[in-house]
Structures are given as structure tokens and as C-alpha cells.
């Protein structure tokens, strides 16, 4: 538990920094006296920013180790299965055939589509005879390129081009009061994740292990790869694609924690809050007063950190 407390304290520093860096200049000692302004922006951009970035971080790490443990592979995630393709490809399909819809119906639709991907990704994946740890993803990610590149078809015959792009790349620089409350969705269906955490565990073993030991195999999954698609598609609507999240950060944690899920959610959430947050603070100061999105900054941190991981597996293995 040592180390969750290491992570929980750079998870108050990481929150406390993110409220006070931004183009308007407000600092700790303002909070004793501050301006109409200074409130508005602290009520109405910081806070909602920060709560937005904690949930997605830790919905979408908890995502990716749902999938990993069903799967039985550490490379797959919603990025890797095509997860969060299928989701783009629901939110054009509700543009185009429900313009003046509300979040909640484009996010059942997105929803939707995604739970159909993933169950297409993991009935290709019960066919396959080689299984190896590396093509199990590429298989996903080739999955996601074929619906990526339909997404892109359409969205250019229909001229919402424009629309789409701002769900192709995350970004928490529009997070405003108002445009991130859909993300609640995402707790209680983190907290199912936890109540469900040796049920997947056990289901990790096989199909054949779970019955032997009194586990409805098939229920488990189908309860894990709904989580999965609910909060992948929540997640996109409100911030975009966040890359690599879902794959690295349950790794980086079974590295020192075990496969046991129990034991690793807890950490597998706040390590992936705390590594959204540094990234944003990345992205806000490196280019000050401009903000690189979050969607560049985790793309190049997670690919540096997925081809550490892939090299490191290819040394002990």
C-alpha cells in the first residue's frame, strides 16, 4: 500500500498544479481574495478540467485492464481492439441520422457500436489458431484501421469532416461547466469494475477454469466489454481519443503488482489519473501561453513507453 500512497500524494500535487497553471494568472494565495474573474475561471474551466481529466484517466486505464484480463493478453486495449474506432464510427452514425440529438442518445449510439465492435474483435478472437502476444492486437488494430477508414469515407461524403476531427485527437482545453457532466456516467460503472474484480480474474483463466469453478463465464465477460464500451464511448464524446492509456498504464502496474485484479484496480486507477494530469501539465507548458492536446502528448509519451514495454518483453521472454 506504500506505493498507492506515493501515487495518491502526486495525485493531490498533480491536481493542486493543474488548477493554478493557465494563461490567467491565479495562485494558492488568490483563493483568500479573489476577483469575480478569477472565481468564474476557477468554477466554470479549472475544476471541471481536473475532475474530467481524473475520470477519464481512470476509467480508461480500468478499461484496458478489463480487457487485458479477459483477452489474456497485455497488449490489448481499447485502442489496440478497435474499441475506440467503432465508437467514432457510432458518433457519425448519430450525426448524420440524428443531428439534433442530445449527448446521452449520440453516446447510446456510440455505445452501441462499440460493444458490437468489441464482440466482433473477440469472436475473431476465439477463431484465431495462433494466438501469439504480439498478432492478438495487430488483428485489432488492423480491425480498427478497416472501420476507421469507413468512418473517414462517410464522414467526408456527408461533409461532417470538421465534426469528426474534434473526436479524433483528445483535448481538454473545451472541458467547460456543462460539457463534461456526462462523464459521471463513468463511476458507477468504475465501481461495478471493482465489485466485479475476481470475477474477472477468475474468467482470465479460461472459459473451462470459470466453470469448474461455478462461474457463469459468458455473463462476466459480457459484463466487462459493456463496461468497456460505455466508458469508451463517454470518454470520446466529451475529451476525444486518449491513445495508449488503456494499454500501458495496467501494464506499468502488473509490473509491481500482480495480474490480480483486486489488488491492481486501485492502482491501475490513480497511476492512470496521475499520468493524464502530468501530461496535461506537460501540454500546458511547453509551448505556454499555447496548449499542446492531450491526445499528441499521450500518443508520444505511451508509444515511447509501449515500445519499452515490447522490448522489455522480448528480452525476458
Not at 488548477?19 to 481574495?33: D, E, Y
Not at 485527437?169 to 462523464?183: A, N
Request: hydrophobic share 55%; net charge positive.
Amino acid at each position: 500500500m506504500l506505493k498507492l500512497r506515493y501515487l495518491l500524494i502526486a495525485l493531490f500535487v498533480f491536481s493542486i498544479a493543474s488548477v493554478f497553471i493557465g494563461v490567467k494568472n491565479i495562485t494558492p494565495f488568490s483563493l483568500f481574495n479573489l476577483t469575480e474573474d478569477e472565481a468564474h475561471i476557477l468554477l466554470v474551466s479549472r475544476i471541471p478540467r481536473l475532475i474530467s481529466i481524473i475520470i477519464a484517466g481512470m476509467s480508461m486505464s480500468i478499461c484496458g485492464l478489463i480487457m487485458q484480463q479477459i483477452t489474456r493478453n497485455k497488449f490489448v486495449s481499447p485502442t489496440t481492439a478497435g474499441t475506440m474506432d467503432w465508437a467514432r464510427l457510432g458518433i457519425l452514425i448519430s450525426l448524420m441520422l440524428f443531428t439534433t440529438a442530445s449527448p446521452i442518445v449520440k453516446m447510446a449510439v456510440a455505445a452501441t457500436f462499440a460493444l458490437i465492435g468489441t464482440f466482433l474483435f473477440m469472436a475473431i478472437l476465439n477463431r484465431l489458431k495462433h494466438k501469439g502476444t504480439i498478432f492478438i492486437p495487430l488483428v485489432g488494430i488492423m480491425l480498427g484501421n478497416i472501420v476507421g477508414s469507413v468512418t473517414t469515407f462517410f464522414a467526408l461524403k456527408e461533409d461532417l469532416v470538421q465534426n469528426m476531427s474534434s473526436w479524433l485527437q483528445g483535448d481538454f482545453s473545451l472541458i467547460l461547466k456543462g460539457r463534461y457532466e456526462l462523464l459521471y456516467i463513468s463511476i458507477p460503472l468504475v465501481i461495478i469494475a471493482f465489485l466485479y474484480a475476481n470475477k474477472f480474474t477468475i474468467a482470465g483463466m479460461g472459459e473451462d477454469f470459470s466453470k469448474n469453478l461455478g462461474l457463469n463465464y459468458k455473463a462476466v465477460v459480457n459484463v466487462g466489454l459493456v463496461i468497456v464500451a460505455l466508458v469508451t464511448s463517454v470518454v470520446i464524446l466529451t475529451v476525444g481519443m486518449i491513445p495508449f492509456l488503456g494499454l500501458i498504464i495496467p501494464n506499468i502496474v502488473s509490473l509491481y503488482r500482480g495480474d490480480h485484479l483486486k489488488n491492481s484496480l486501485p492502482h491501475t486507477a490513480v497511476l492512470g489519473a496521475v499520468f493524464v494530469l502530468f501530461c496535461d501539465i506537460l501540454g500546458r507548458i511547453i509551448i505556454y501561453p499555447y496548449e499542446i492536446s492531450i491526445g499528441v502528448i499521450v500518443g508520444v509519451l505511451g508509444s515511447g513507453i509501449f515500445l519499452y514495454l515490447l522490448l522489455r518483453r522480448k528480452t525476458y521472454a
